[in-house]
């Protein structure tokens, strides 16, 4: 693959032909070997992050053990990243997928060369369900992820399916590195003979796994079983020679039989390895179901290879990410040379005793590669009131705790926490002892110790990366720093954004997170709270009274009978800055990631068109509820940005657009049959300035504007899909905001610009920065021209100015 940085300027004529410019300069080669070289340093060329910092699980972080300052970090559905050491920040390597291939967003494993660090090779592919239509692919790398050469596999992967955080799946043979494994969902193991370039499944291998998730979340009916198949690979480097390859080789599945295996003839037979750890256990108990049963009590859910000679295994009853550590675990170590295994498990649990099992669930463990015998592990998935971190200077024998109780609920922790390159990271709450906020972390399935270094460590959580560079002051009773190591991560998924014309630069509306008021775009904000709403699915400002903004999502609620989700209202009159609920919510309204508010363009009028209902209005900031009159559920509702009291709607199933001209408490029929097509994926704007002027982006229907308010509209040829639209400051010199949408536009996808109401676009992205599914919302800024918001699903808010 070449990178490329295009220009494309296409001109729409009346009747519809296209006329394109092309300007490209190619830079770089795919496939050349450079094995010495500095490492690179990354351009987006002109695209940047608006930061928050994380927002999203980090399954797992990778170092290489033969040259300093290369590591790598997969995410469940946000790519993959490079360290780079000079600036302490991550790079991200996946930004060339675009919506038609965003799977490959979806990490299952990643493994750097141990021999040629140059070489990195990522299996991508996030769902094994039917989510995701195209074919995994292994992404192979000669210049440390700057290029890459994509295998399509004949199997699905899971980088966002439960147990993603088990592995490392791949691993590259360090006596020849030719010789790559995989472990696949259920699928077998596989390997490759040439770098990861060509692939075929291991026949001699007896086991694919037989133990299968039962988490309906991700799946389309429930005969669909996610297998968690093989987990990891670990070659033992002493039983082989430079270019022969290693003969010792170690599989861990996920199975009720034996869950690992070994080969000692490079992989051409294979047997249970001896004397494993296997414990009888009834599997409802655990979260998990399997082909048949009895089964393990626990799993070898990671497994590592210690510079000791030893194979070190994490254990626990759950495959994660939420499955809890107090359903238990363990730690084993398998030494190569001996041929034992010794039991190096963490304490037992003490100040909980409704727990079933005493033993402790692990979600990680890594070992010190200038001494061995200093060990780090972690919980998986202790909740409450906090996961533990342990830390062991004679090889797993003994454990010491990173916090204690010291009598009920007094806590003693031996680290201070620094999150002020995300503070919102406390989720704005503050809680009672034991419990503490911000927390250590939660879905904690990689830990891991810098091999050259053995004063820094770094581990995933379900929201960001943390480390410590001093880890080493541990062991002399002083208390460690531990700060957020996620600079240039970005994994949100964004459902909703607005430019105000005043006041704050951005408001956006997020999953899992709920959002942030942006005044700096370069600085992480706190989290909005009164009412929090973790899932936030739209926001919207007042036209002629911008300090006035409004949010709405979903939440979970704590009730006597269980979670309940509900969906809130939050308003907002000075900027953002401080929030309130509404004085009550929509009953009835459906909770999660649907539905759509707007705001009059004097703030007198709220209009409320939750998924499942018809639309409400209220004139008193939530105290009553009135559905509006003529206006069907499924519905799309904006205000107009001049008149105060127009509101206007589509409505999806029926393809027809309405007004209201008595702040939505009536709608009328406005026109029915502009549509060509279904409006299953669409996006509704009114324009700044511009009475009735609307823009409606129909997915595949295609493009279409009407200056009267819905009742005509003029559909724009050429627009083969186009899910969003925005607008934002307009051109120097035209009298219309600029337009910007993410759409295929003669069978080219590409985030596009108008300066002359949608008569002629111009790309403004390249094919190496297409982030994914990036195809929930669009806005330009109305105070500065050229520059656009883009919000994607797993790599944060994009945006960039004018260069």
């Given at each position: 693959m070449r990178k490329s940085v295009c220009s494309v300027l296409i001109t729409v004529s009346s009747v519809g032909l296209i006329l394109s410019l092309w300007a490209c300069a190619s830079t770089g080669s795919g496939g050349k070997k450079t094995p010495d070289r500095t490492l690179p340093q990354y351009s987006q060329q002109g695209w940047k992050n608006v930061k928050i910092v994380g927002g999203g699980m980090i399954p797992g972080i990778i170092f290489n053990t033969a040259k300093q300052g290369v590591a790598y970090v997969r995410t469940d559905m946000g790519g993959a990243y490079r360290w780079n050491p000079e600036n302490e920040s991550w790079i991200p390597l996946t930004d060339f997928a675009g919506i038609e291939d965003y799977g490959r967003l979806g990490i299952a494993s990643i493994a750097t060369d141990p021999v040629e660090p140059n070489r990195v090779i990522i299996a991508s592919g996030t769902y094994t369900n039917s989510w995701d239509a195209t074919a995994s692919q292994m992404l192979v790398s000669e210049d440390y992820g700057d290029t890459f050469k994509r295998i399509d596999m004949p199997f699905k992967m899971g980088g966002n399916m439960p147990g993603r955080g088990v592995g490392e799946r791949l691993a590259i043979d360090p006596n020849n590195n030719k010789v790559v494994y995989f472990g696949s969902f259920g699928n077998g193991l596989w390997r490759s003979r040439d770098y990861g370039n060509t692939w075929e499944e291991v026949k001699s291998f007896p086991a694919k796994g037989n133990v299968y998730d039962y988490d309906f979340t991700y799946y389309v009916d429930q005969t669909f079983k996610h297998f968690h198949g093989i987990m990891w690979v670990i070659f033992d480097p002493a039983s082989g020679s430079s270019g022969e390859g290693s003969k010792n080789i170690y599989v861990g599945v996920a199975d009720t039989r034996n869950t690992i295996y070994e080969s000692n003839d490079a992989g051409a037979t294979w047997h249970p390895l001896e004397g494993q750890p296997a414990v009888i256990f009834n599997e409802q108990e655990h979260g998990h179901l399997v082909e048949n049963c009895p089964c393990n009590k626990y799993y070898p859910i990671r497994g590592i290879y210690s510079p000791d000679g030893s194979l070190i295994t994490a254990w626990n009853a759950g495959f994660g990410p939420y499955s809890s550590s107090f359903q238990g675990g363990a730690i084993w170590k398998y030494t190569f040379a001996t041929k034992k295994w010794e039991d190096i498990s963490l304490p037992k649990h003490d100040f909980d005793p409704s727990h079933k099992t005493s033993d402790r669930g692990v979600g990680c463990v890594s070992v010190d590669w200038q001494n061995p015998q200093n060990m780090i592990a972690v919980t998986l998935n202790e909740w409450w009131p906090d996961e533990v971190i342990?830390?062991?200077?004679?090889?797993?024998?003994?454990?010491?705790?990173i916090?204690?109780?010291?009598?009920?609920?007094?806590?003693?922790?031996?680290?201070?926490?620094?999150?002020?390159?995300?503070?919102?990271?406390?989720?704005?709450?503050?809680?009672?002892?034991?419990?503490?906020?911000?927390?250590?972390?939660?879905?904690i399935a990689c830990i891991v110790i810098d091999p050259f270094n053995p004063n820094v460590m770094m581990y995933g959580t379900g929201a960001t990366i943390y480390g410590s560079k001093n880890l080493t002051e541990w062991e002399k009773g002083k208390r460690i720093k531990i700060e957020v190591m996620a600079e240039g991560i970005e994994e949100c998924a964004i459902l909703d954004l607005v430019s105000p014309t005043e006041g704050p630069q951005l408001i956006s509306a997020m999953g899992d997170i709920g959002g942030f008021v942006h005044t700096n775009l370069n600085r992480a904000p706190n989290m909005i709270v009164n009412p929090k709403i973790n899932g936030v699915n739209s926001v919207d400002y007042a036209a002629n009274k911008p300090s006035y903004m409004i949010r709405m999502g979903g939440d979970e609620e704590w009730t006597p009978d269980g979670n309940v989700e509900v969906s809130k209202l939050?308003?907002?009159?000075?900027?953002?800055?401080?929030?309130?609920?509404?004085?009550?919510?929509?009953?009835?309204?459906?909770?999660?990631?649907?539905?759509?508010?707007?705001?009059?363009?004097?703030?007198?009028?709220?209009?409320?068109?939750?998924?499942?209902?018809?639309?409400?209005?209220?004139?008193?900031?939530?105290?009553?509820?009135?559905?509006?009159?003529?206006?069907?559920?499924?519905?799309?509702?904006?205000?107009?940005?001049?008149?105060?009291?127009?509101?206007?709607g589509i409505a999806i199933d029926s393809k027809t657009a309405y007004m209201s001209t008595d702040a939505g408490k009536t709608f009328t029929v406005m026109n029915s049959s502009f549509v060509k097509g279904d409006l299953t994926k669409c996006n509704f704007k009114a324009a700044v300035g511009m009475e009735g002027h609307l823009w409606l982006a129909g997915g595949e229907a295609g493009l279409y504007h009407s200056m009267d308010g819905g009742k005509t509209w003029t559909q724009y040829p050429d627009f083969d899909n186009v899910p969003i639209i925005g607008l934002g400051k307009a051109a120097p010199g035209a009298d219309y905001q600029a337009l910007y949408t993410n759409a295929k536009l003669r069978g080219k996808w590409g985030i596009y610009r108008s300066d002359d109401k949608g008569a002629t676009w111009i790309r403004i992205n390249d094919d190496m920065h297409q982030f994914g599914a990036a195809d929930t919302a669009i806005t330009g800024d109305p105070r500065v021209y050229g520059r656009v918001f883009l919000a994607t699903n797993g790599r944060g808010i994009q945006y960039r100015d004018l260069e």
């Open positions: 342990y830390r062991s200077t004679n090889g797993g024998k003994t454990w010491d705790p916090w204690f109780l010291d009598g009920w609920p007094d806590r003693v922790n031996k680290y201070s926490l620094d999150i002020s390159m995300a503070p919102w990271l406390n989720w704005g709450e503050q809680k009672e002892l034991p419990e503490q906020s911000p927390k250590l972390g939660w879905c939050g308003i907002s009159s000075d900027s953002g800055r401080t929030w309130k609920p509404a004085e009550k919510y929509l009953a009835g309204a459906q909770a999660g990631w649907s539905g759509v508010v707007a705001v009059s363009a004097d703030a007198k009028v709220i209009v409320w068109s939750p998924e499942n209902m018809p639309p409400h209005w209220s004139n008193n900031e939530g105290k009553t509820w009135t559905a509006c009159a003529g206006l069907p559920a499924k519905t799309k509702v904006v205000s107009d940005r001049v008149n105060l009291s127009k509101f206007y």
